[in-house]
């Protein structure tokens, strides 16, 4: 059965303090996997893509990798407008269901 | 284009009423699916639709219904809601059914239905 664990549940930092969110994962086949960030009362917002283990995408503070077990989101000198929950999710090969990791709350402090 | 849309954003019902949540996109997206959001559960899959009069089940569809007449819309139908249905609903759509980037699902903003 598909899975996606995303550690830890809640990370608090500095503004400045860089640091690492991870996503594990357990699928079939893998087509894709997804980062979102979401905001408090709104709908999950698009990330990045990362289909194959060694890809790396970067977004002006994040930068998403991928290894065969796992993903990170990895956030340089954060600022506090990028609290936010992070969501990791996977679609796998044979299907067209994504399934999503429960998410890491994200409080940056200035 | 105006995204993703969902109506209403707040719905609050008593046991056994029935009701419908609206999505609509305007991208002309292949692929559009529902989640039900619970704290500390991550976003489930209820239902989706890969193309118009094509629906399939997802990890949690029992007490809910849908349909896809046209490509535009997607509604979703809560048959005698009960209380285990309280949740934030969402609503997303993506161009292609296929793989690659077009996969990429862009979400609606979201109803927060209380069941009392």
């Known amino acids: 059965e598909d899975q996606v664990t995303q550690s830890p549940e809640a990370l608090r930092l500095q503004e400045g303090e860089s640091s690492s969110l991870n996503c594990s994962y357990t699928v079939s086949g893998l087509r894709g996997l997804f980062w979102y960030r979401q905001d408090p009362g709104k709908g999950p917002e698009f990330l990045f893509t990362?289909?194959?283990a060694g890809e790396e995408k970067e977004k002006e503070r994040l930068k998403a990798t991928l290894t065969k077990k796992e993903s990170f989101l990895h956030i340089t000198a954060p600022k506090p407008e990028d609290s936010a929950t992070y969501l990791c999710?996977?679609?796998?090969?044979?299907?067209?269901?994504?399934?999503f990791g429960a998410g890491t709350r994200l409080f940056v402090k200035a | 284009n105006a995204g993703v849309t969902q109506t209403p954003k707040f719905q609050v019902l008593k046991t056994g009423q029935s009701m419908t949540l609206q999505c609509a996109q305007d991208m002309n997206h292949e692929y559009m699916s529902w989640y039900r959001q619970d704290p500390g559960m991550g976003l489930r899959l209820i239902h989706y639709s890969v193309g118009a009069g094509i629906t399939d089940q997802g990890e949690v569809p029992n007490g809910y219904n849908v349909s896809r007449s046209t490509t535009e819309d997607f509604p979703l139908r809560l048959l005698s809601a009960a209380p285990s249905q309280t949740s934030v609903y969402f609503c997303?759509?993506?161009?292609?059914?296929?793989?690659?980037?077009?996969?990429?699902?862009?979400f609606g903003p979201g109803t927060r239905l209380t069941v009392l």
């Open positions: 997303a759509s993506s161009y292609s059914k296929l793989g690659g980037a077009r996969d990429t699902q862009y």
């Open positions: 990362l289909y194959s």
């Open positions: 999710a996977v679609r796998n090969t044979g299907g067209f269901k994504t399934i």
